[in-house]
C-alpha cells in the first residue's frame, strides 16, 4: 500500500503519516513463506481531531499481511465519518454502544485472526516501519511472546515532547515502574487467549495489569531495539493525563495482587515497597502534566513514605521544586524541552 491509495490527507497536512510510506515488502518472505498475519485493534470514543491520524500512520505501514479492526464506542463526533472514508482498507469496524475502553478491546481482538495481536488508541500513531521491525525481530528472536519498543512522547499538535526508552527485560523492574509503553508492545496471540484479554474491570492500568499477568504466567518478554514503534500522545483530556490518582489506585490494586499470587517468584517479593512507591511516583508525574501541583506533592510524599530512597532520584528532586513554581514557568520549561529535542533529534513530526 502507498499514500496514494488512501484518501488525499486534509489540506495542509504533511509528514508522516499524512504523506509518505513505510518500507516496501515483497508479497512473501525471502523463503517463500507468508509474512506473519498482524492483527490491530483501535478501540475509539470521540476521538475526531485524531483518529485519522492514527488510523493512516498503521494503514501506511504497508504491511502485507494486516488486519486491522476499528471499535468505536458510538462517538457523537465525526469519528465516525472518518472510519467510513477509510473502511475499504479495514477488515472491518463498528459503532455502538460499549461499556468502555477494555469492553471494546476485547471486542476487537475476538475478531482477529493474526498470530500477532495489538492495540493502538485512537489518539496515538505507529512510527514508520513499526511492524517491519516486529517482524524482524520476531523472525530472530522466535522464542519472544512480548515485544516492547521504545515509545516517543508528543502532545495534542503531534509536537515531539520525550523519547521512552525502555530497558531490557526485567520483572523486579517492571513491578516497580512500568517501563513498557502500551503503543510500543505486540503479543503472540497465545498471550491474549491465556489471559482472556484484557479485565474488563479495569479502566485505566489494565495495560500493566496485561504485563504483569503475562508475566506470571511465564511468557517471555523482549526489547525491540532500534528506533522508536509507536508515538504516545500526552494531552489534556487523555486518561493518562486527566486522571493520575485512579491510575494509582488501580496500579496498587493490581500490584497487592500480583505480590499476594504464589506464582510470583519468592525473590521478588523484597521489591514490593519499591513496586508500591513506583505508583505514587508516576501519578506524581501525572498531576504535574496536568498542572495539579499540590496533587504533584502529596503523590510524592505517599512516594517516599513507601520507599525513602527515591527522595533522592534527580527527577522526583526535580518534579518537586517544579512544583512549586506553577503553570507558566512550567509551559516555558515543556516548550524549551520540546526545542532542544528538536536539535538533538532533527524535527521529529509524528502527524
Same mark, same amino acid.
Given at each position: ?218 511468557? =517471555?518478554?523482549? &526489547?525491540?531495539?532500534? $528506533?522508536?514503534? #509507536? !508515538?504516545? /500522545? +500526552? ?86 521544586? =517544579?512544583?512549586? &513554581?506553577?503553570?507558566? $514557568?512550567?509551559? #516555558? !520549561?515543556? /516548550? +524549551? ?15
Amino acid at each position: 500500500m502507498n499514500d496514494a491509495t488512501l484518501p488525499l490527507p486534509p489540506p495542509g497536512k504533511s509528514g508522516w503519516p499524512w504523506t509518505g510510506v513505510g518500507p516496501a515488502f515483497a508479497p512473501t518472505r525471502s523463503d517463500g513463506s507468508p509474512w506473519p498475519r498482524i492483527s490491530i485493534v483501535t478501540p475509539s470514543y470521540n476521538q475526531g481531531p485524531f483518529i485519522e491520524e492514527t488510523i493512516r500512520s498503521v494503514l501506511l505501514q504497508g504491511y502485507p499481511n494486516l488486519e486491522y479492526w476499528v471499535i468505536d464506542g458510538g462517538s457523537t463526533d465525526n469519528t465516525v465519518e472518518v472510519v467510513e472514508k477509510y473502511a475499504p482498507w479495514l477488515a472491518g469496524w463498528v459503532s455502538e454502544r460499549d461499556r468502555g475502553q477494555t469492553d471494546a478491546l476485547n471486542k476487537g481482538w475476538a475478531r482477529c485472526t493474526g498470530e500477532w495481536l495489538a492495540w493502538l488508541n485512537s489518539d496515538d500513531l505507529y512510527t514508520p516501519g513499526a511492524l517491519a521491525a516486529l517482524v524482524e525481530f520476531a523472525t530472530q528472536n522466535p522464542q519472544v511472546d512480548v515485544a516492547y519498543g521504545t515509545c516517543d512522547l508528543i502532545d495534542e499538535q503531534s509536537r515531539f515532547i520525550a523519547r521512552a526508552v525502555p530497558p531490557a527485560w526485567d520483572f523486579g523492574q517492571e513491578l516497580s515502574e512500568n517501563f513498557i509503553s502500551q503503543p510500543s508492545t505486540f503479543m503472540r496471540r497465545a498471550v491474549v487467549e491465556a489471559l482472556g484479554g484484557v479485565n474488563e474491570a479495569r479502566h485505566f492500568a489494565f495495560d500493566y495489569e496485561l504485563w504483569l499477568q503475562a508475566a506470571l504466567h511465564g511468557f =517471555r518478554f523482549a &526489547l525491540v531495539p532500534g $528506533p522508536p514503534l #509507536a !508515538a504516545f /500522545r +500526552l494531552w489534556e483530556v487523555s486518561k493518562t493525563e486527566s486522571s493520575a490518582e485512579k491510575f494509582v489506585e488501580e496500579s496498587l490494586d493490581i500490584l497487592e495482587e500480583v505480590f499476594a499470587d504464589p506464582r510470583l517468584p519468592a525473590e521478588l517479593r523484597a521489591v514490593r515497597p519499591r513496586a508500591l512507591s513506583g505508583a505514587w511516583r508516576a501519578a506524581a508525574f501525572g498531576c504535574y502534566r496536568a498542572g495539579r501541583m499540590e496533587a504533584a506533592r502529596r503523590c510524592l510524599r505517599e512516594m517516599a513514605a513507601l520507599d525513602p530512597s527515591r527522595r533522592a532520584d534527580p527527577a522526583v528532586l526535580s518534579l518537586w521544586a =517544579r512544583s512549586f &513554581l506553577g503553570s507558566r $514557568p512550567n509551559a #516555558a !520549561a515543556r /516548550r +524549551l524541552k520540546r526545542a532542544l529535542s528538536r536539535a538533538r533529534h532533527g524535527s521529529t513530526n509524528n502527524g
